[in-house]
């Protein structure tokens, strides 16, 4: 019997092992292929490990058609969108789970409704209410609207957190003469750490690739995100392989810096030990 579940363990290693290699493959070809010099055709067959270590082709990117500018505008959009979902997501969320008012339901109900909508549909309406405001050609509406298109669901993905949390951790700080907002920071947030650490990636991830609200609401070319830089730059260096994989790669680097950050948070348990403060 421990020799069949043995067995089963090496076998199904195996096929993990098998689906990781075949998963990383694009990346090492990426990586292979940008370490290239004056990579003008695809390389075939394909390689993975690089024939030497040629970093110019990221230095020629970096350096090329304003790609660092294009850089720090998505770094400084993302970064402010992803701190202001949290804040707003977090705060939405606890006053669902814990807290009663009149007409809760009928709110929470039009937040579950919104979610239905795509997201290319109610741009036309949002571009009209931004140019109404003249916030169009700004990071303003930008990160405005980067940040109101998830509240609904953040909420959502939120609140379940929040609602397992035990009405007695809040009853004990109520009766230290705590508030609501000694709550929130004491118990809630120490508590959903990971989940947060969640929302962060993935609020960050989707502001950082995000195409079509970018272009259509940034007119201004010295304005642009990187994924518009990145489609320019494709189209500008269209047989040069190494130079557009170059750029794809760094874009990848904010991505894995922020997973790597709360990679702890992101896979550790919610601890059920008591209140700190």
């Given amino acids: 019997m421990r020799k069949k579940q043995r067995s089963l363990q090496i076998f199904l290693h195996v096929i993990l092992i098998g689906l990781v ?7 090492l070809y990426m990586l292979a292929t940008a370490m290239t010099e004056d990579s ?31 850089f720090m505008n998505s770094l400084f959009v993302s970064t402010v969108s992803t701190m202001l979902t949290i804040i707003v997501s977090v705060m939405s969320a606890y006053g ?27 741009l036309v309406s949002q571009y009209t209410v931004l140019n109404a405001v003249h916030l169009i050609d700004t990071y303003t509406g930008l990160i405005l609207l980067y940040v109101s298109g998830g509240i609904a669901g953040n909420m959502y993905f939120l609140k379940g957190f929040i609602e397992d949390i035990p009405a007695e951790y809040e009853e004990s700080v109520y009766i230290d003469g705590g508030s609501r907002w000694t709550v929130l920071r004491h118990v809630i947030l120490p508590m959903c750490k990971s989940s947060i650490a969640t929302l962060a990636i993935l609020s960050f991830m989707g502001s950082w ?8 609401i940034i007119k201004t070319e010295s304005k642009r995100t990187l994924p518009i830089a990145i489609k320019m730059f494709q189209g500008q260096n269209a047989t040069q392989w190494g130079l557009v994989f170059a750029a794809s790669l760094i874009a990848l680097v904010p991505i894995l810096l922020i997973f790597i950050t709360f990679q702890k948070a992101f896979v550790k348990e919610n601890e059920g030990g008591g209140i700190k403060g």
């Fill in 21 to 27: 290699l075949f998963s990383i493959f694009p990346f």
């Fill in 40 to 70: 003008y055709t695809m390389p075939y067959p394909p390689v993975i490990i690089p024939k030497s270590f040629y970093f110019g082709n990221f230095v020629s990117a970096w350096t090329s058609s304003n790609f660092a500018r294009f």
């Fill in 96 to 122: 669902f789970a814990k807290i009663n008012f009149t007409g809760k339901n009928i709110l929470f109900n039009l937040y579950i409704f919104s979610m239905m909508i795509p997201a290319v549909l109610s």
């Fill in 209 to 216: 690739d995000e195409f079509f609200s970018a272009l259509t």
